[in-house]
């Protein structure tokens, strides 16, 4: 029903930025809210960040307040993750996902997931 494509995802040193894009394809994005999350191999899907539907609330996973920020722009089905300060230890595969209903859950249900976009961070 809904399709999220990640971008945004790369190669970049310690101590850089990057911004990660997650486009949805859906008529009621906006109904939606959406998270962030990584995966790095060998360890458990970490919850990042996410953000309510109307953009209100945000959440951080621990220690993820600072470093990484989420917005999003429901006029163009998108929701982004600033990442700054990068350490070798973020490097993940980087998931988006939305969830239904009218509370925010990070623990769930999420309904739809992403591909992933790599993310690298050298030393």
């Known amino acids: 029903q809904v399709q999220l494509v990640e971008s945004g995802g790369g190669l970049v040193q310690a101590g850089g930025s990057l911004t990660l894009s997650c486009v949805a394809t859906t008529r009621i994005f906006s109904t939606y809210h959406m998270g962030w999350f990584r995966q790095a191999p060998g360890k458990e899907r970490e919850f990042v960040v996410g953000?309510?539907?109307?953009?209100?609330?945000?959440y951080h996973g621990d220690s993820m307040e600072g470093r990484f920020t989420v917005s999003r722009d429901n006029a163009k089905n998108t929701v982004y993750l600033q990442m700054s300060s990068l350490k070798p230890e973020d490097t993940a595969i980087y998931y988006c996902a939305a969830q239904g209903g009218i509370v925010f859950r990070a623990r769930g249900p999420w309904s739809y997931w992403g591909q992933g976009t790599q993310v690298t961070v050298s030393s």
């Open positions: 953000i309510t539907s109307s953009g209100g609330t945000v």
